[in-house]
């Protein structure tokens, strides 16, 4: 694939008012959630809830593209259709997480670092044949006491930027997903602080790994105080620290921003996400939407909760919180759009 074919398909993912739905949750992450609802953990109760994902009426109206896990790539549809191959029906590009996870670094308690560059280039040829366009790679990165460690961010922005350069010599986009975590009691600074060394840091290891920007997708997590702080900032104040520090370490070239959700409430994943465009909208080089789990898929889950009965209904959850999430694209959320069901 040429690098002009990558352009055009980070272009489509960043389309005007869409955004990306991340439904990629490893096993254990589905299971984790399933058993919280005592849906049973089962490969085929995975691949049932992603039909109901998948086969949502009216889903390509907001979403732009949707990353899978390795098992989903290899399921059908409740009609027989591979799942990369549905997602096109209903015009969604079809993508894959490639990293096989996040686990402890070596000597350097409580950090963790992402593995799955063993092999990658072969898993991505496979991934292009089956439809795929771009792919997803997640490191996570902790706040506490003494962390992170400059090895961490290191050895974490290495690895990224190995992934993107694998993923775009194969002919898949990367979304490069360095993650911040709320956990602790950090507060708003600290957050910006933490975020603004790793960006710089994948940044400078993206370029030394000659990646394309303009074929990248950065899906970085809000800038936010941690959910044991105190001190709770407002909806523009979280817009505002979060633009700022995107506006000081990401390069105007690359070809889009979606976010994670990385746990908020849903309703303020949408608010901030809207105060974003409406308060910095003159100021962004780049389109800057939402790539959510959670944020958009929690409320669809709870509603199903592994009935069949229950499908429409959670299919109808699913499509208002990608519709909020479009709303919050394009500068137009209101709390209003919230229905009191949901
Ligand atoms: P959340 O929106 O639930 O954080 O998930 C996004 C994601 O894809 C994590 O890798």
């Not at 975020?195 to 993206?206: K, M, Y």
Request: hydrophobic letters at 45%; a neutral charge; glycine letters at 8%.
């Amino acid at each position: 694939m040429n690098n002009d074919e990558l352009v055009k398909t980070a272009q489509a993912m960043m389309a005007s008012g869409k955004g990306l739905l991340a439904m990629d949750e490893s096993n254990p992450t589905c299971n984790r959630r399933f058993a919280a609802l005592n849906i049973p953990q089962t490969p085929e109760m995975r691949r049932a809830y992603r039909d109901l994902i998948v086969m949502t009426p009216g889903l390509g109206d907001c979403i732009s593209g949707a990353i899978l896990f390795d098992e989903t790539i290899r399921q059908k549809t409740n009609n027989g259709t591979e799942f990369a191959e549905a997602l096109q029906q209903a015009h969604i590009i079809p993508g894959i997480k490639v990293d096989l996870g996040a686990r402890e670094l070596a000597a350097f308690p409580g950090e963790k670092i992402t593995e799955g560059l063993d092999g990658l280039a072969t898993r991505v040829r496979e991934y292009v044949k089956m439809g795929a366009r771009f792919a997803k790679w997640r490191a996570v990165i902790t706040i506490g006491n003494g962390i992170p460690t400059a090895g961490c961010i290191d050895a974490n922005a290495h690895m990224l930027a190995r992934y993107a350069a694998i993923c775009q010599d194969g002919g898949l986009v990367p979304i490069v997903e360095p993650e911040v975590l709320m956990d602790g009691s950090h507060d708003l600074a600290r957050c910006a602080a933490v975020t603004a060394e790793v960006l710089h840091a994948v940044f400078d290891q993206l370029y030394l790994q000659r990646v394309i920007l303009e074929a990248t997708i950065l899906k970085p997590n809000m800038v936010l105080a941690g959910l044991s702080c105190p001190d709770q900032p407002g909806v523009d104040q979280v817009a505002d620290a979060t633009v700022t520090c995107l506006l000081r370490n990401v390069p105007a070239a690359v070809g889009g921003i979606a976010f994670l959700s990385g746990g908020q409430p849903a309703q303020s994943a949408s608010s901030r996400l809207n105060a974003m465009n409406v308060r910095w909208a003159s100021k962004m080089p780049w389109p800057l939407t939402f790539s959510f789990s959670r944020a958009i898929q929690k409320p669809a889950l709870d509603i199903w909760a592994g009935k069949e009965a229950n499908v429409p209904a959670a299919q109808q959850a699913l499509l208002h919180r990608a519709r909020c999430n479009s709303q919050a694209r394009q500068g137009r959320y209101k709390p209003e759009l919230e229905k009191p069901v949901l």
